[in-house]
């Protein structure tokens, strides 16, 4: 794999593209600026990896557009040291972001095709999250290092999942896309009471398959 002058260049034009659509958060921008998206999808997809639309990958699942990350990324505020728990990790992309971020990242992923591809590239790739097979719906049920200060589900779940929010500390966010066919990116603080939720328009993501079998 190689990321070339033309794959910076078009990384750089997609970062500027971001900021056009109302990105701010430069943390964020820089993050999406280092990783090399066209690492993270088959190389017949090389000249649509800058482009901000999702594309396929294993399982019939997609790596979601770059603005869509981005999004998710700035909605969850993350800072350096949190520890942040990623519901879906399919391509490892928004992994690698969040791990850019300086985040300690415990990511699963409940297709083992997936799962045994992305665990050790991301290693190799020197991202260095903790990877996990499971259904996500539960949360990290595998081991215990709740609760996260973050948490984000990059699949579209039907509701919010209250083993998920059990799993996150009083005072953090998670942000969830929730819906069947056309998802609302919702953004949800844990407080000692009831939780506020925040909206923020609608997405479509694959569906989170919570229960089904491995």
């Not at 056009?20 to 000249?47: C, Q, W, Y």
């Not at 990623?86 to 992309?93: A, L």
């Not at 971020?101 to 799962?115: C, D, H, N, P, W």
């Amino acid at each position: 794999m190689e990321d070339t002058y033309r794959h910076k260049g078009l990384r750089q034009q997609m970062v500027d593209a971001l900021r056009a659509k109302g990105i701010t958060d430069e943390r964020v921008l820089e993050a999406m600026n280092t990783v090399p998206r066209h690492f993270f999808l088959d190389s017949s997809l090389d000249n649509l990896a800058y482009k901000d639309q999702p594309l396929p990958i294993l399982c019939d699942q997609t790596i979601s557009q770059p603005s869509t990350v981005a999004f998710q990324s700035q909605l969850l505020e993350v800072e350096p040291g949190m520890k942040v728990l990623e519901i879906g990790t399919g391509s490892g992309y928004q992994t690698a972001i969040l791990c850019t971020l300086g985040a300690r990242v415990y990511t699963i992923e409940r297709q083992k095709a997936l799962f045994d591809r992305t665990k050790p590239f991301l290693l190799r790739m020197n991202y260095r999250a903790k990877c996990y097979l499971g259904d996500g719906y539960k949360g990290l049920t595998e081991v215990d290092y709740s609760p996260y200060d973050r948490i984000i589900i990059t699949c579209g779940a039907p509701m919010i999942p209250q083993p998920v929010v059990d799993q996150l500390k009083v005072g953090g966010l998670l942000v969830i896309p929730v819906g069947d066919e056309l998802q609302e990116m919702l953004r949800l603080r844990k407080t000692d009471g009831e939780p506020v939720i925040e909206k923020f328009g609608n997405f479509r993501f694959v569906p989170m398959l919570g229960g089904k079998q491995f």
